[in-house]
């Protein structure tokens, strides 16, 4: 069951989330036209932007282990830390084949930012601790 979340996911009604552990609100929308499609993550006056394949993508893998699975979270110039949606979402053997994020520089916080998307479209179920939280898919 999908939680409660403002906004349609679109660039003119965007979600309105917090990060897991629900220090920090941002704006989050499907760009389908964009070139490649993307998953538009606003963060104050910071745009980050995704494959927008990583939705469907890291559900099939999350519920592919069938178990929940740390975020990970991490700048892009920090190590992810191993076995993590963070460290899958870099990986070369992802659908993509390496990084979803798609601007150098802002291409991490793939654990942080993207995993509360799949919890507002009912996908996965997501902890909201203070620290080390995971997700599992539904």
Same mark, same amino acid.
């Given at each position: 069951?999908?939680?409660? $979340?403002?906004?349609? /996911? %679109?660039?003119?009604?965007?979600?309105? +989330?917090?990060?897991?552990?629900?220090t920090?609100?941002?704006? &989050?929308?499907?760009?389908?036209?964009?070139?490649p499609?993307?998953? $538009?993550?606003?963060? /104050? %006056?910071?745009?980050?932007?995704?494959? +927008?394949s990583?939705?469907?993508?890291?559900?099939?893998?999350? &519920?592919?282990?069938?178990?929940?699975?740390?975020?990970?979270?991490?700048?892009?110039?920090?190590e992810?830390?191993?076995?993590?949606?963070?460290?899958?979402?870099?990986?070369?053997?992802?659908?993509?084949?390496?990084?979803?994020?798609?601007?150098?520089?802002?291409?991490?916080?793939?654990?942080?930012?993207?995993?509360?998307?799949?919890?507002?479209?009912g996908?996965?179920?997501?902890?909201?601790a203070?620290?080390?939280?995971?997700?599992?898919?539904?």
């Amino acid at each position: 069951m999908a939680v409660e $979340v403002e906004g349609a /996911g %679109t660039r003119e009604d965007p979600w309105v +989330l917090a990060t897991p552990p629900g220090t920090s609100e941002y704006e &989050a929308y499907r760009d389908p036209d964009a070139e490649p499609p993307a998953l $538009v993550v606003q963060v /104050g %006056t910071t745009q980050l932007r995704y494959h +927008l394949s990583c939705i469907d993508d890291l559900h099939a893998m999350l &519920a592919e282990r069938g178990d929940w699975v740390l975020l990970g979270n991490a700048d892009e110039q920090k190590e992810a830390k191993p076995d993590t949606v963070e460290a899958w979402g870099r990986s070369a053997a992802n659908p993509v084949g390496g990084w979803y994020g798609l601007k150098k520089g802002l291409r991490g916080r793939f654990g942080s930012y993207v995993p509360p998307v799949l919890e507002a479209l009912g996908l996965a179920e997501v902890e909201h601790a203070a620290r080390n939280n995971r997700m599992r898919a539904i």
